[in-house]
Every structure is written in structure tokens, then in C-alpha cells.
T-cell receptor, first 114, second 110 residues
């Protein structure tokens, strides 16, 4: 199993550009989530999904969209990139709800917005 | 909303010294999870504690969950250079929410 995969690993955007961060898992996990990691802030939840077709907002959802058309994929879309979105983005999945089950993290996407 | 505070933010130790990081929640937790992130890497699950007052050990690592299920600690005995990284606690609630602490960055000087 590849586990949780993320692409790209690095990305540089200009302010106002849009892009999609890809996330896929091959463990048949129902729960998937996106976090951003900033120095001194820990991991903050952006959006999450409890299954295909179901998504919900986390702690810091503004400026991001998600969809979950399949169990395996959970892409994160930046609609109009801003310098404040410079961060490291991690996708994670777990067998059941995020609060009670081990989270498996992808390798991360390091995003810089100029 | 639920807050999980973790201290200290940074810890520098000499190899062989002990290390402890503390985690406190503003609400009662159903469980506490601990993760380790190596420099440049991604968080990796270490352990989950569920029971009040629970203590678990993994070699030189000792994890505790408070009696009130609102605090937890991770203690490393005799640190090694391989212990460097950021240690995160994450508090889980019965309705499925997981909130991460800010993390403690551990540096070990040989």
C-alpha cells in the first residue's frame, strides 16, 4: 500500500492564482482531512470528510474548497491564493472519525504564495 | 471551542538528558493521541490513550493521561539524537473532533 499520497511536493504561486492540491489514499479509509502547519501554530484543520459526498469545514476553511467524489481522493482547492496561505499542507486519513482513530498523514505540500 | 495547549514550545537538551512535554485541554477528552514529526517530514502516530490515569510505555517514552482526562504528558528518558523532531499531542472528543496542540520542538545536542 502507498498509504496517503500528496502532489505536488512543492509549489510556488503568485497572488490571485488558483490551484488544486491532490490527496489520495489506498487504505479504504472513510475519514479524510486537510491540515495546514504554520510555525508555532501546530496543525490546524481546514476541511474534512466523513465519506464520499460529505464534507465539512474545520477551524480555518476560508479561501479553500474541497470535494469528495470517491473514497480515495480528497483534493483541496485554493480559489485565489494569498500570501497568508503560504504554509505546509498535510492531508490525513483514518478508518473512522478523526477524533477517535489514528491519523495517517501524507508527506505534505510546501506552498509559497508570492 | 476546544483548545489544546502544549508546552514548552521549544526544548534543547544534551544527549542523555530527559525531556517532557505537557498537553492541556480546555475540555474533557475522550482520548489523547501523540504524534512525532521529524524535521522536513510528516506527523507519525505514536500512541493513543483512552482511560483516565492511563500510563503507557514505548521503550524510553512514557505517556500519561490525566485522571480528569484533560491533560497528558510525554516523557523521554535519556534522549538520543534520533529523538529530535516536533512532538504533537492531539485531543479527541466523543463527537469525532481532533484538535492538535502547537507542538514541542525538541533539539538534542550530542
Amino acid at each position: 500500500n502507498a498509504g496517503v499520497t500528496q502532489t505536488p511536493k512543492f509549489q510556488v504561486l503568485k497572488t490571485g492564482q488558483s490551484m488544486t492540491l491532490q490527496c489520495a489514499q489506498d487504505m479504504n479509509h472513510e475519514y479524510m482531512s486537510w491540515y495546514r502547519q504554520d510555525p508555532g501554530m501546530g496543525l490546524r484543520l481546514i476541511h474534512y470528510s466523513v465519506g464520499a459526498g460529505i464534507t465539512d469545514q474545520g477551524e480555518v476553511p476560508n479561501g479553500y474548497n474541497v470535494s469528495r467524489s470517491t473514497t480515495e481522493d480528497f483534493p483541496l482547492r485554493l480559489l485565489s491564493a494569498a500570501p497568508s496561505q503560504t504554509s505546509v499542507y498535510f492531508c490525513a486519513s483514518s478508518y473512522s472519525t478523526g477524533g477517535t482513530d489514528t491519523q495517517y498523514f501524507g508527506p505534505g505540500t510546501r506552498l509559497t504564495v508570492l | 471551542g476546544q483548545q489544546v495547549m502544549q508546552i514548552p514550545q521549544y526544548q534543547h537538551v544534551q544527549e542523555g538528558e530527559d525531556f517532557t512535554t505537557y498537553c492541556n485541554s480546555s475540555t474533557t477528552l475522550s482520548n489523547i493521541q501523540w504524534y512525532k514529526q521529524r524535521p522536513g517530514g510528516h506527523p507519525v502516530f505514536l500512541i493513543q490513550l483512552v482511560k483516565s490515569g492511563e500510563v503507557k510505555k514505548q521503550k524510553r517514552l512514557t505517556f500519561q493521561f490525566g485522571e480528569a482526562k484533560k491533560n497528558s504528558s510525554l516523557h523521554i528518558t535519556a534522549t538520543q539524537t534520533t529523538d529530535v523532531g516536533t512532538y504533537f499531542c492531539a485531543g479527541g472528543t466523543s463527537y469525532g473532533k481532533l484538535t492538535f496542540g502547537q507542538g514541542t520542538i525538541l533539539t538534542v545536542h550530542p
